[in-house]
């Protein structure tokens, strides 16, 4: 194989085979809900309980969501592969480590995890979130919510995927429309980097110009082939 390091981005559309609603495609979840209200900052604020329906129904449907062929072929590539691997993510399901995937990044946090407003701390968190729920940290009501980067905050790790980014010498998109900054300009990164960029998507990305290479299918048959090739060469 002539790759030595490889950072590999995946999005909703990589756990879509699994059940998972993407966000963007006809019917996604930013058809059904106004992401201001229960993505935002200011949507927690305005109406706390509404947001904390909104991730207690997606983390009960998480529990009996299988990880499919592209999250097991990622899982084999980090395991097989000789060189240096990172795999970033921008879901908040636990496929990737369902799937026995180890170096994994999620830039936007995590479904099974809540944060204290109030004091900071992390909990991992399986059952449903309210305002009656007291920190286990520091004892405040109110403060817990869903331990995810919402619109207008920092996504998590970025120091660590943009060290990654510009040492690969590849960089493969997975299931991602390319629409929501930073991660849609990790190819750009990459790129500047020397890096072969290739895209696996159902269909072309807003950032399908920058890529090297795209190969368009649905991810539980692109992705294990790509592995496949990747681990014979
Ligand atoms: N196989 C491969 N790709 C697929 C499949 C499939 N079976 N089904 C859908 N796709 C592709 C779609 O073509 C689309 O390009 O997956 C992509 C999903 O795009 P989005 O719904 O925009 O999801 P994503 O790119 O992950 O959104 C990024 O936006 O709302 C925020 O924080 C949220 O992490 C999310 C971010
Ligand atoms: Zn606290």
């Known amino acids: 194989m002539p790759f030595s390091r490889i950072v590999i981005l995946t999005g909703a559309g ?3 085979e699994s059940g998972v ?16 209200d229960v993505a935002t900052p200011e949507g927690f604020a305005r109406d706390p309980d509404r947001v904390h329906e909104f991730y207690n129904m997606r983390r009960q449907r998480m529990k009996d969501v299988q990880p499919n062929a592209a999250h097991f072929a990622l899982a084999r590539l980090e395991r097989e592969f000789q060189g240096e691997f990172l795999l970033v993510t921008q879901n908040i399901d636990d496929l990737h ?7 994994l990044l999620h830039m936007h946090g995590e479904h099974t995890k809540a944060l204290c407003a109030n004091c900071g701390s992390r909990h991992e968190w399986r059952e449903d979130l309210s305002r009656a729920i007291p920190c286990p940290a520091c ?21 660590a995927i943009y060290q990654a ?7 493969i998109s997975i299931g991602t429309s390319g629409n929501v900054y930073p991660a849609a300009q ?5 790129a500047r980097a020397g890096a072969y960029t290739v895209e696996l998507n159902l269909e072309p990305s ?9 190969i368009h299918g649905r991810a539980t ?12 060469v």
Do not use: C, N
């Not at 480590?97 to 170096?103: L, N, P």
């Not at 980014?165 to 960089?171: G, K, N």
């Not at 990790?186 to 990459?190: D, G, H, K, N, R």
């Open 221 to 232: 048959e692109v992705v294990p082939a790509f592995v496949e090739r990747l681990l014979k």
């Open 21 to 36: 609603d993407t966000f963007r495609d006809k019917g996604g979840i930013w058809s059904k809900v106004d992401y201001r």
């Open 206 to 214: 807003e950032g399908i110009d920058d890529f090297a290479e795209a």
């Open 97 to 103: 480590e369902k799937a026995g995937s180890q170096k």
């Open 165 to 171: 980014l510009r040492s690969a010498d590849l960089f």
């Open 139 to 159: 004892g405040s009501k109110g403060y817990l919510r869903p331990d995810v980067v919402w619109f207008g905050e920092m996504p998590y790790h970025m120091e």
């Open 186 to 190: 990790f190819v750009q990164e990459a």
């Open 14 to 16: 990589i756990s879509a």
